[in-house]
Each structure stands twice: as C-alpha cells, then as structure tokens.
Nanobody, 127 residues
Framework: QVQLVESGGGSVQAGGSLRLSCAATGYPYSSYCMGWFRRGPGKGREGVAIIDRDGGSTYADSVKGRFTISRDNTKDTLYLQLDSLRAEDTAIYYC??????????????????????WGQGTQVTVS
C-alpha cells in the first residue's frame, strides 16, 4: 500500500517562504514520477511541479523562478521550496505519485488524473 504524508504547510506573509515535505512509504520510490499539485479556494486541482528520478523537473508558469521541487531517493522524500509567496499561492498542496516503472515522467504537468497516489494535503495560506 503506497502512502504519502505531507508536512510543512502553514501561514506566512506575502514575500515569505515555506518548505513542504512528502514522506513516501510502501513502494520502490525511484520507479515513480513525483509531483506537487494544489487546489486554491474555489478552484480545481492544478499541477505545480513534477520531478523524475534523476531530478529532471517541470514547473507551472505561475511558480517558475519562485518554487523549487526536489527529491531525495535515499530518504524516499519529496520537497517543495516555496519562495516569494503571493496571496494567490494560497491553497491546499498535495503530493502525488505515479508508477511509470522507470521513474521518468511521461505525462504533462496538467494531467492530474494520471497520478495514482495522493497525500492528504497540507494548507498554505499567504496573507
């Protein structure tokens, strides 16, 4: 059973920073493409960033240059560094995973349904 547990959310003023973590258990982590998604107030779930086993990453235009996704395959942990936060970044942030077998990401960032496993989410509020 794959389990993803996020942590690190909170409240911060505009311009501030947060670091989210996602601990994964129950599967060969390096076989999975990993990603961060978010759902803002009154909005659908959208892709923020995805990363493959070698660190190759893709970002949404809205966060490019401000957020950094990374993963530690030795700790089975995914991270998202959020800098220069804006009010519009307020959302529940979700960690997600899809088993591609190779650990590379084949689906585009927008393909939310491609991801099989989801964490419970962590709230980020920017005021």
């Amino acid at each position: 059973q794959v389990q993803l547990v996020e942590s690190g959310g909170g409240s911060v003023q505009a311009g501030g920073s947060l670091r989210l973590s996602c601990a994964a258990t129950g599967y060969p982590y390096s076989s999975y493409c990993m990603g961060w998604f978010r759902r803002g107030p009154g909005k659908g779930r959208e892709g923020v960033a995805i990363i493959d086993r070698d660190g190759g990453s893709t970002y949404a235009d809205s966060v490019k240059g401000r957020f950094t996704i990374s993963r530690d395959n030795t700790k089975d942990t995914l991270y998202l560094q959020l800098d220069s936060l804006r009010a519009e970044d307020t959302a529940i942030y979700y960690c997600a995973a899809v088993n591609t077998g190779t650990g590379y990401c084949y689906a585009p960032l927008s393909s939310v349904p491609e991801y099989d496993f989801w964490g419970q989410g962590t709230q980020v509020t920017v005021s």
